[in-house]
Structures are given as structure tokens and as C-alpha cells.
């Protein structure tokens, strides 16, 4: 039986964890990045703790196997969150967008003004963001940095959950 040190492997593994994170979590999502380590971590140490490598292949590789599956996994969860947002979002359409005078009219000028309700700096990230652009076309059309693009994509997301009643706990439930 192999005995690990937890402190040493995390050391000797977290580069490899993180760049394999990076690789294979869909770029939208890299604000769970974090999240995603928290659990490898937690994965490998209970797996350890048990005895639940075998000494088979490296440590590495069976790491870096845990950090590829957990960042499938998470994708999975984040896209499936997706799809609930916007069956929630199609679901409520008309008492979101409702004008008095015509119930059935999805009000453009609503959603006109709701998006110029968004501090500018955040606004035009989403704009670029919600036209299909990714994180690095972003960061070169604004000039920034793509933790910069991904910094105001996130603070644009808690901006719409505190001001849009309602949002917040449609799109936290599991």
C-alpha cells in the first residue's frame, strides 16, 4: 500500500489540474473554474484517505482523469442550467414583456431600457457576449484582458439577479 501526503500532491498537481480544468470546461462557464478544483481536491483526498488508488498508473494521470471528469461533469450541470433558464425565460415571456394595452406584444422598448439600465462598462461586454462572440474576441474588441470580459460578464449576471425580481431564485434551483 502507498501512503500520500495530501499537502504534497496538491502541490505537485495543481498545475496539471488547473490546465486540464482549462482545457476541457466550455469557456462561459470558467467563472466555476474554482469550484471545479474544490472538488478534485475533495475527490482525490476522500479516494486516498480509503485507499482508492490502486498504484496502477501515476497519480497524475488518475488526477488528472478526476479533474478532466469533474469539469465534464460541471459542464453537464451548467448547461442543463442553461436550458432551464431559457425554458423558464420562454415559460414567462409574455408576464415579462407584458404591455398593458396588448398582453400578447413582446415590448422591445422594454428590454431596450432594461439593457441601458446596466452600468455601460457591463453592458457592452453583454451585448458582445449575447452575439456570439467569445471570451478572447471580446477581450480584443474592448481592449481588455479576458479575465476582465469574464469579471464583467459575471458582475453583469448579479447585477440582472438583484434588480430583475424573481430571477435569482428561478435560475439557483437545481
Known sequence: MVTFDFETV????????L???????????????????QEVYFRVFKSL???GFDGRSKI????????????????EKRLREEEKAKRFLQKNKSDLFQVEDNNSFLN?????????????????TLRLYLSGKSMEEIAIELHIK?????????????????????????????
Not at 10 to 17: D, F, G, I, M, Q
Not at 62 to 67: G, N, P
Not at 108 to 124: A, F, G, K, T
Not at 148 to 173: A, D, H
Open 49 to 51: 484517505e480509503k485507499s
Open 146 to 174: 479576458q479575465g476582465t470580459v469574464k469579471s464583467r460578464l459575471f458582475r453583469t449576471k448579479e447585477w440582472i439577479r438583484k434588480t430583475l425580481p424573481g430571477v435569482k431564485n428561478e435560475f439557483q434551483e437545481s
Open 10 to 17: 496538491v502541490k505537485e498537481t495543481k498545475y496539471l489540474v
Open 60 to 75: 497524475s494521470t488518475w488526477i488528472y482523469t478526476i479533474a478532466k471528469n469533474e469539469s465534464l461533469r460541471m459542464n
Open 19 to 37: 490546465k486540464t480544468i482549462g482545457e476541457t470546461l466550455i469557456d462561459r462557464f470558467d467563472d466555476a473554474t474554482e469550484d471545479v478544483v
Open 108 to 124: 422591445e422598448d422594454w428590454i431596450e431600457s432594461m439593457l441601458q439600465s446596466i452600468p455601460e462598462v457591463y453592458r457592452n
